[in-house]
C-alpha cells in the first residue's frame, strides 16, 4: 500500500520563488492536513482539509495556501517563498472524526529556501 | 488550547534494557486522545501507541506501554527490551474529540540506544 505520499522529497528555492508541495494518500480519507516540523518545535499545523472542496487554517497558516480539489489530493503552495519557511513539510490523512483514528503520515518534503 | 510538554529532549537506554519517555499536556476536556508517534532518521512518522482518555486501563502494544494518569495529565511510554531499531525521535501527541481533529504535538524526545 502507498498510504500517504509527497512530492517532492527535497526541493531548494530561491527566496520570492513559488512552489507547490504534493500530497496524495489512497485511503479514501476524508481528513487532510499539512504540518511543518522544526528543530526543537515538534510539528505545528498549517491548514487542514475535512473533505473535498474544503480547506481551513491550522496555527501556522501565514505565507500558504492550500487546495483540496479532489479527495484523495493535498496540495500546499508557497506563493513568494521566504527563509522562515525553511522546514521539513508533512502530509497527514485520517479516516474520521470523534473516534481514536491514528493520522497517517506521508514522508516529508524537505524545503530549503535561500 | 492545549498544549503538549515533554521535559526530555534526549534520552539513552541500553540495548534490553527499560526506559521511560515522560509526557504532560494541559486541557480542560475531559475526553480526549492521546498518541505516541515514533520519527526514524527516516523521517516517516509511525504511530506507537494510542490512548481513550475515559478508558482507564494503560494501552500496551508488544514491547510498548503507557502509564495514562489522567489526574496528573501525564502519560509516559515505557520500552520494554530495547532493540537498535527502537532509537528515533519520539513524540507524543493530543487530539480533542471536537473541532477539526489535529494533533498537538510536544517537542520530542531523541532516544539513543546504547549496544
Known amino acids: 500500500n502507498a498510504g500517504v505520499t509527497q512530492t517532492p522529497k527535497f526541493r531548494v528555492l530561491k527566496t520570492g520563488q513559488s512552489m507547490t508541495l504534493l500530497c496524495a494518500q489512497d485511503?479514501?480519507?476524508?481528513?487532510m492536513y499539512w504540518y511543518r516540523q522544526d528543530p526543537g518545535m515538534g510539528l505545528r499545523l498549517i491548514h487542514y482539509?475535512?473533505?473535498?472542496?474544503?480547506?481551513a487554517k491550522g496555527e501556522v497558516p501565514d505565507g500558504y495556501n492550500v487546495s483540496r480539489l479532489k479527495k484523495q489530493n493535498f496540495l500546499l503552495g508557497l506563493e513568494s517563498a521566504a527563509p522562515s519557511q525553511t522546514s521539513v513539510y508533512f502530509c497527514?490523512?485520517?479516516?474520521?472524526?470523534?473516534?481514536?483514528?491514528?493520522?497517517?503520515f506521508g514522508d516529508g518534503t524537505r524545503l530549503s529556501i535561500l | 488550547a492545549q498544549t503538549v510538554t515533554q521535559s526530555q529532549p534526549e534520552m539513552s537506554v541500553q540495548e534490553a534494557e527499560t526506559v521511560t519517555l515522560s509526557c504532560t499536556y494541559d486541557?480542560?476536556?475531559?475526553?480526549?486522545?492521546l498518541f505516541w508517534y515514533k520519527q526514524p532518521p527516516s523521517r516517516q512518522m509511525i504511530l506507537v501507541i494510542r490512548?481513550?482518555?475515559?478508558?482507564?486501563q494503560n494501552a500496551t502494544e508488544n514491547r510498548f506501554s503507557v502509564n495514562f494518569q489522567k489526574a496528573a495529565k501525564s502519560f509516559s511510554l515505557k520500552i520494554s527490551d530495547s532493540q537498535l531499531g527502537d532509537a528515533a525521535m519520539y513524540f507524543c501527541?493530543?487530539?480533542?474529540?471536537?473541532?477539526?481533529?489535529?494533533?498537538?504535538f510536544g517537542t520530542g524526545t531523541r532516544l539513543t540506544i546504547i549496544p
Open positions: 486541557t480542560s476536556e475531559s475526553d480526549y486522545y
Open positions: 482539509s475535512v473533505g473535498e472542496g474544503t480547506t
Open positions: 501527541a493530543y487530539k480533542s474529540p471536537i473541532g477539526n481533529e489535529k494533533l498537538t
Open positions: 485511503m479514501n480519507h476524508e481528513y
Open positions: 490512548q481513550e482518555a475515559y478508558k482507564q
Open positions: 497527514a490523512s485520517s479516516y474520521s472524526s470523534r473516534e481514536l483514528q491514528p493520522q497517517h
